[in-house]
């Protein structure tokens, strides 16, 4: 049974920094392009970056450009997303998602961005 | 702002067919891009309705049906059930953005 878990999420300044995981079981993790999606409760999904299979490949929303790293380990079957100059508008659930056929959503872990 | 457009809601009475609409452009559905389909219901992840354009992945019922002309998608619920009120999102890939775009999101009330 795939799994995707997220963690890491919290409540942080403006401008501080987090560093969110997503632990990943049921399938062959190291094939796979993975996504983070941020969905503000409530409100719409935005997609927020990408990366290929072997973790050489990103891609980034203008929003994150140069504020967001997003990275794997392959050997631990986890995916990262390191962010930087934290907004308020970075707001949200920051979901994991598998890109197969098929996509696959973990359960989001929350940002708060906020004095 | 969303790059796809859908409908903000739709209502349809238990047992009648409703339709989503999702309009994009020359960068995203009208280049050829699969559609992806979302359901969600309130407080938990987007769950996969249809995928690749016309796919549905195993247990979701033969009552959700979608279609792609030009640069629109459309999915369609027959047999409407109480249990189908949720918001659902269309999804594609856009070539200048270099990732995945989403419509904004159609809140189903089941009336």
């Known amino acids: 049974e795939v799994q995707l878990v997220e963690s890491g999420g919290g409540l942080v300044q403006p401008g501080g920094s987090l560093r969110l995981s997503c632990a990943a079981s049921g399938f062959t993790f190291s094939d796979y392009w993975l996504h983070w999606v941020r969905q503000v409760p409530g409100k719409g999904l935005v997609w927020v970056s990408r990366i290929n299979s072997d973790g050489k490949t990103t891609f980034y929303a203008d929003s994150v450009k140069g504020r967001f790293t997003i990275s794997r380990d392959n050997a631990k079957n986890t995916l990262f997303l390191e962010m930087n100059t934290l907004r308020a508008e970075d707001t949200g659930i920051y979901y994991c998602?598998?890109?197969?056929?098929?996509?696959?959503w973990g359960q989001g872990t929350l940002v708060t961005v906020s004095s | 702002q969303s790059v796809l457009t859908q409908p903000p809601s739709v209502s349809g009475a238990p047992g009648q067919r409703v339709t989503i609409s999702c309009t994009g452009s020359?960068?995203?559905?009208?280049?050829?891009?699969?559609v992806d389909w979302y359901q969600q219901l309130p407080g938990t992840a987007p769950k996969v309705l249809i995928y690749g354009d016309i796919n549905r992945p195993s247990g979701v019922p033969d009552r959700f049906s979608a279609s792609k002309s030009g640069a629109s998608a459309s999915l369609a619920i027959t047999g409407l059930q109480a249990e189908d009120e949720a918001d659902y999102y269309c999804q594609s890939y856009d070539n200048s953005l270099t990732g995945w775009v989403f419509g904004g999101g159609t809140k189903l009330t089941v009336l």
């Open positions: 998602v598998l890109a197969r056929a098929a996509p696959f």
């Open positions: 020359s960068s995203n559905i009208g280049a050829g891009y699969d």
